[in-house]
């Protein structure tokens, strides 16, 4: 076997664990202001969650490219490059097929407000004041309402309004009514400021392009390399231990869950009694399963939206969108259109999952519910894609086990923890100089707009501690 780990120096300034969109954004900073930077992936891709895959008979699947806010061309431009952030495209067929409702956005102020007020009847004003509201929530306000009570202040009664609002959220990043309403209203006004985007050229592109800017600003970057410890001496972050070797650092970011960081990669030791509790409290977000369906080549499927939210419950029900018994599923289409010059088509499905629902199952009951997650799912898109059987010729499923497997998060979290673990995740450096966290935490710093930005927040920091 090779060791990913030959020829790295003793000593680095910074080592990155773990190479999500958090870890990549905040390495790349910090390698463009001039520090030795190390980084390390357990899995042989980049990328993290922001990943694909290939399979035979020429399909490419994107895992977690279904949508991300404008905002990602202005990070992309800032802290990557303007090729990047030049291949960020509108998606405009939001479509949402519930028992409630029927219809189809751009998701944006404009549309969002024609569809409140034609569609949902809800006079203008309120509209304006709900849209008002939400775009002026600060982080550093207090958070004592929830997303229920938000609702219920502007549209009472009004359960197909608070569908409409919450079940794309809910998608992108585990929100739920209970959640503290600023974790809803930020991630929300983010999309609602210009509509939905994604990356032409898919995930593979991106993650190559990133990867190449890395190489250009120094950064030395090894896959295959699992943290298996952060070393603390004297009270103060000294390195790291991967694939049992000890590497040296003035400071170490953690790309891999907060909770796990703690936990597994320092050790509660070495936190006060207080914070380690505080860690403890901080719950994780939902995981998810995923279908993906590959057409054959030479088959076309016509336009039936990018993004389409569908439900078969009377009502939006937070236990359900996460039940193995799966009522709710959002798809997404890829046309040949997202990767330039090829004539193939994809169909994504997802659904929010629990951990618990598939991780206990016994190995022969766990593939029967896959299957049985890959038949339903043919089935329910039958009613979109008529015929998908015929067109489709490859078919594989993906559940909170995948995702804990591929990405080392506790219970195959998709999107972090809930609200409490920021601050967690924002303390780390007090409790252990040279010691940061990045990436999605507190449902806000999730997605890939979240993650990205909070790489920039995180590599700001662990500057600040570093500079002389
Ligand atoms: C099914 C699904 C669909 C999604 N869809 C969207 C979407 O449409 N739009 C959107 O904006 N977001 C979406 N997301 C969320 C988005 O993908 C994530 O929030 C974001 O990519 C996470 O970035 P991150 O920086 O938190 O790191 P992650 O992607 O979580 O990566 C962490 C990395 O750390 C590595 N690591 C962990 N521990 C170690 C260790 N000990 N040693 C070495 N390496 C380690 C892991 O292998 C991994 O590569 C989706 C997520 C899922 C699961």
């Given at each position: 076997m090779t060791d990913s780990l030959e020829g790295t120096k003793p000593q680095y300034d910074v080592v990155v664990i773990g190479s999500g969109l958090g870890g990549l954004t905040a390495a790349n900073m910090l390698a463009k202001d001039g520090y030795s930077v190390l980084l390390l992936e357990h899995h042989h891709k980049l990328g993290g969650l922001a990943t694909w895959f290939k399979r035979k008979g020429g399909h490419i699947f994107d895992v977690s490219l279904h949508g991300f806010p404008y905002g990602m061309v202005k990070t992309c431009r800032k802290y990557w490059t303007r090729e990047m952030a030049d291949c960020i495209t509108q998606i405009k067929g939001i479509r949402f097929d519930n028992p409630q409702f029927s219809l189809t956005t751009t998701y944006d102020t404009n549309d969002f407000k024609r569809t409140m007020q034609d569609y949902f009847k809800v006079p203008a004003d309120t509209v304006d004041s709900f849209v008002t509201t939400i775009k002026n929530m600060n982080f550093y306000d207090e958070h004592t309402m929830t997303t229920r009570e938000m609702f219920d202040k502007f549209f009472p009664g009004r359960d197909d309004v608070v569908r409409f609002l919450l079940e794309p959220i809910a998608y992108a990043n585990?929100?739920?009514?209970?959640?503290?309403a600023i974790t809803y209203g930020i991630v929300f006004s983010n999309f609602l400021s210009r509509g939905v985007y994604i990356f032409r050229g898919g995930t593979d592109k991106i993650i190559g392009m990133m990867e190449a800017e890395l190489k250009k600003n120094g950064v030395d970057i090894r896959t295959g390399a699992r943290v298996e410890k952060i070393v603390v001496e004297g009270g103060k972050v000294a390195g790291v231990v991967a694939n049992g070797k000890t590497i040296k650092a003035r400071a170490v970011i953690s790309n891999a869950n907060v909770k796990a960081t703690v936990q597994r990669l320092v050790g509660e030791e070495h936190f006060s009694k207080e914070f380690a509790e505080e860690t403890r409290k901080v719950r994780l977000n939902n995981s998810s399963c995923q279908v993906y369906i590959g057409i054959r080549k030479g088959e076309t499927i016509d336009y039936v939206g990018d993004l389409l939210f569908t439900s078969v419950a009377d009502k939006l029900d937070a236990q359900m969108l996460r039940s193995?018994?799966?009522t709710s599923r959002t798809y997404s289409f890829y046309y040949p259109d997202i990767r330039p010059g090829s004539d193939r088509y994809a169909i994504v499905a997802s659904t929010n999952a629990n951990y618990e629902d598939w991780a206990y199952l016994p190995e022969d009951e766990y593939r029967a519910s896959k299957q049985d997650l890959i038949e339903s799912t043919l089935d329910a898109l039958e009613r979109y894609v008529p015929g998908i059987r015929n067109k489709a010729d490859y078919v594989e499923a993906a559940t909170p086990k995948t995702f804990e497997r591929y990405t080392l998060h506790p219970n195959g979290t998709?999107?972090?923890?809930?609200?409490?673990g920021l601050r967690v995740s924002m303390g780390l450096n007090e409790q252990v100089p040279g010691l940061f966290h990045t990436g999605s935490?507190?449902?806000?710093?999730?997605g890939w707009l979240g993650a990205a930005n909070y790489g920039v927040i995180v590599a700001n920091n662990a500057d600040k501690y570093l500079r002389p």
């Open positions: 585990g929100s739920t009514l209970d959640d503290e193995r018994n799966i998709s999107f972090g923890t809930k609200f409490e935490v507190g449902i806000i710093m999730s």
